[in-house]
């Protein structure tokens, strides 16, 4: 019987394997890629005005939802078509269904960072 690894090395592999999937996904899907600039544009914007604290908090949360929600949609999609490589009209249906989860979760950080910039700019 093969040894157990300890719970230390197994979330360290675990976190090992988190980075390279993010890694993966910035390299290989556009999607993510301009998400990314954005998120790095808005970055830059929060030193530029020096928003607060909470602000910071509000906009990495939108940032890290629209990411993970965009990582989760590619996900799906790639399950999807390893499952049912031609069209399918309920392959269709589930992959609208996961896009559709990206967009609100980027209406939502597009709200937030009205909310946070409008103030600051006119």
Not at 6 to 27: E, M
Not at 41 to 65: H, N, R
Not at 74 to 96: L, N, V, W, Y
Request: aromatic fraction near 12%; charge should be positive; hydrophobic fraction near 55%.
């Amino acid at each position: 019987m093969a040894k157990k690894e300890s719970f230390l090395v197994n979330r360290i592999k675990s976190v090992g394997y988190a980075f390279k999937g993010a890694v993966l996904l910035l390299k290989t899907e556009s999607s993510i890629k301009i998400q990314f600039v954005i998120g790095l544009l808005v970055t830059a914007a929060g030193f530029y005005y020096q928003i607060s604290p909470t602000e910071w908090m509000l906009q990495m949360l939108a940032i890290g939802l629209v990411m993970g929600a965009e990582g989760l949609n590619t996900a799906i999609e790639a399950i999807a078509d390893f499952i049912h490589p031609d069209f399918h009209s309920k392959i269709g249906h589930i992959k609208d269904i996961s896009a559709g989860a990206v967009f609100i979760a980027a209406i939502a950080a597009s709200v937030v960072g009205c909310i946070i910039y409008f103030p600051k700019v006119f």
